[in-house]
């Protein structure tokens, strides 16, 4: 049978990842499905509350970022062999029911990995005008350069097969493992899809984003992903 992981990068989410977990914990499916959370360094009883679910936990003594945390995942979910790995928020943004979407995508073994899209839902996107705007900008200059189909490339909702696991397990970008992530699989010929997927607000808690991290994140994210394109331009032209 094959098995899933559910990767839950936390914070401070003291307030929000137990119903995360019991509403994952609620999902009937047919293969077999774990959880890990990844608790980043939190401040306050994250750390406790998960431990207190009997959830396996990789606790890092400090706020390493989110790339970190997704990646400390991979690493689990690859010694473990897990066949695919689906990515959650621990702020409760994200559906847990819409994990059966996800997994049912993956059974298209030609598929590497799933993004969910909240642009290709009916629903409102719940996000400030701004960032929106921003998500579009780099959506379409992702899919120019890596030639894909991207609408919402700075997505935290997406699942993975095994080959890439083995993948991002080794190689994973530390502080925005989004839209670069995403060219670089592109880059790589990993075949990419999306689904739609509904958004909603944070209710509680702290996200793993700083303030000063929104501001500059736009500027780094650019430059990462032009970093990214040019490594790929260079290696395709045999330039060491």
């Not at 293969?31 to 679910?53: A, F, M, R």
């Not at 945390?69 to 943004?93: C, E, H, L, R, S």
């Not at 699989?185 to 984003?209: D, F, N, T, W």
Request: aromatic letters at 8%; proline letters at 4%.
């Amino acid at each position: 049978m094959k098995k899933a992981l559910i990767i839950i990068p936390a914070y401070n989410e003291e307030k929000n990842i137990e119903d995360v977990i019991k509403k994952i914990r609620q999902l009937s499916v047919n293969i077999v499905l774990d959880i890990v959370v990844v608790c980043d360094g939190p401040e306050d009883n994250t750390v406790k509350i998960v431990s207190s679910l009997n959830v396996p936990i990789i606790a890092h003594p400090i706020n390493l970022g989110v790339g970190a945390a997704i990646q400390a995942g991979f690493k689990y979910a690859n010694i473990k062999d897990f066949d695919m790995a689906v990515v959650v928020d621990g702020d409760g943004q994200h559906d847990p029911n819409e994990i059966l979407k996800f997994i049912k995508a993956m059974e298209d073994s030609s598929i590497d990995v799933v993004i969910g899209s909240r642009f290709l839902s009916k629903d409102k996107v719940q996000t400030h005008w701004a960032r929106k705007i921003g998500i579009k900008i780099f959506s379409v200059l992702v899919s120019l350069l890596g030639k894909c189909k991207i609408t919402d490339v700075t997505s935290g909702f997406r699942a993975f097969n095994r080959r890439t696991i083995a993948l991002l397990s080794k190689e994973m970008p530390a502080d925005f493992p989004d839209a670069d992530l995403i060219l670089f699989l592109a880059l790589s010929k990993y075949k990419i899809v999306e689904i739609p997927i509904s958004s909603r607000e944070r209710q509680h808690g702290e996200s793993m984003y700083s303030l000063l991290t929104s501001i500059y994140y736009p500027f780094k994210l650019f430059v990462s992903i032009l970093a990214v394109a040019l490594r790929f331009f260079f290696e395709k032209e045999g330039v060491n």
